[in-house]
């Protein structure tokens, strides 16, 4: 079994900054991409920010220039440091995982955290 457990959520006013994390736990065989997606009301999932495992980066560009992903591959921990929050940050933060269990090692599946609630008040 793989579990994916965010933390850092939270009520924050406008212009605040607020740290998630994101740890992956499990019967982990590889851990390739990571990433952040969120939610908003009455709107579809999007993506926030990703990372692979070497380190590469990839933004949305609602996003590019405040917020920053970042990963510990010992920890298999990633993070999302936002920073300059706006009202319309707020939604569900979801993390994500590509990775291959011990069970299927070659073959990646996409493993979801059940989501954090980042709230920016203006």
């Known amino acids: 079994q793989v579990q994916l457990v965010e933390s850092g959520g939270g009520l924050v006013q406008a212009g605040g900054s607020l740290r998630l994390s994101c740890a992956a736990s499990?019967?982990?065989?590889?851990?390739?991409?990571m990433g952040w997606y969120r939610q908003a009301p009455g709107k579809q999932r999007e993506l926030v920010a990703s990372?692979?495992?070497?380190?590469?980066?990839n933004y949305a560009d609602s996003v590019k220039g405040r917020f920053t992903i970042s990963r510990d591959n010992a920890k298999n921990t990633v993070y999302l440091q936002m920073n300059s929050l706006k009202a319309e940050d707020t939604a569900v933060y979801y993390c994500?995982?590509?990775?291959?269990?011990?069970?299927?090692?070659?073959?990646?599946?996409?493993?979801w955290g059940h989501g954090t609630q980042v709230t920016v008040s203006s």
């Open positions: 990372i692979t495992n070497s380190g590469s980066t």
């Open positions: 994500s995982a590509r990775l291959a269990t011990m069970r299927s090692i070659f073959n990646d599946a996409d493993y």
């Open positions: 499990g019967s982990i065989f590889s851990l390739n991409a």
